[in-house]
């Protein structure tokens, strides 16, 4: 993708994502209907699907050659990664948009032919942009984001991880070498977004995040932002990541990935899981 | 405590708190150098113990006949309650702090025999002030906090938790249980801050808060703000807390207060403990 059109696609990017934040930011109070998915936990709120269908609407109109890939079923069957693809999560922490009204995110990932080439996060009631275009680095609103410290070491990081990896019973991933690792790192926290955990990796908040199940609007955008600032994100088996399945994610500073991979990280064969 | 000291008290304690907080938010980006304290991640900073010293000259000035109970040493040694006690924490979340630059704040707890007559948890980075007064409600900045909604059931519950309680070695509490009560939650959150996790349990952004290690200085604002908001602070197995002890603290709305610590919580026996 040429430099002029990356360019352009960005600026109407990041207007769209603002322009869907100030309306949820206008109607974060307002009465709303919410669904329960695949189980009880799994919530979507029409303002998923209304800001899908925004992103829907305004890409199949200004591009119409693009594709889309939503979690809402607003966007398009993929069988492959050919052309210009839009990967979209509309609100990422649905759970924190209904408990707590904060802490959730867009999130747009913008690939051709596979490639990453724009990322975008925004946290949207902190009013917060975390962007990246590709080998241009990220930024935090206006401010370019360093490149990660590359030295501080295992034992004295802290890891984005969700209590459930720690379950003997989850089917992902073998507890004892995930138990292993919290006694290792100095600390671990858990904000219930994805996408703003890869953007706290990208600021270097946090020095990693480790997780199961992302389906890809999850973590298009936020791979994009890590990568720029120098982290690494693949599969948790090191594999690189398939933007068209459901993945587990490792994404950390590069100093740190080949360790937690290769000495905590078990995942359990896939004809084991529930 | 006559309404009229108290409210004295109280406007001094805010314009201190807010004071304390600029300073730190003036001087974020500094160089600081950190200790470490009984282990590698007990982290203490300068920024600690200033301000600390901070709130110990502006008591003794103002209040001399004041007690104050603080983390890093300028504060008085307690044999009991008597008497009117500032219970400080000057950075909670210290870790936060030197990894993030944010997420930490400063927690008062004002005791006047025992009683929590006042309590004030700043988030500095953010300049939000928590506040309560007994019997008059606690608020966020100048919005009264609603009363807890008391209907939601445990399932539908998110309840913030470190992942360290639920490794079966850890010296506190049976991991089985903490394995099902993560499996029966909605979801949990890590925020490295339990003055702030017991400002958003005020606030109804998280369902409760369940730790085994906290120091009067960590519950000390917080458990007056959730109390003032209907909610229940005791020690994990039910007790009343200790002011002059470290305790495990079971932070909640009162309708799964009781099913936490009755169906989840089995505490070990201190004589196994580490």
New interface residues.
Partial sequence: MDNQLRNEIYDQAASWILEAGEYIRENIDAPRSIETKSN??DLVTEMDQRTEQFFADKIKTTYPEHYLLGEEGFGDELENLDGTIWIVDPIDGT?NFV????NFAISIGIYVDGIGEIGLIYNVMEDTLYSAKRGEGAYKNDVKLPSLNQQRPL??S?LA????W???ENPHIEHQGV?EL??TL???????SAALEFAFVAEG?LDGYLTMTLMPWDFAGGAILVHEVGGLVTQANKEPLNLLEKSTVLASRTNIHNEIADEYVNLKAKSDRS
């Fill in positions: 009880p936990n759970m408990h707590q009204k904060r034992n004295q802290i991880l969700n209590t459930t720690m379950l003997p138990h919290v006694k100095r600390s671990t926290r858990t904000y219930g908040i």
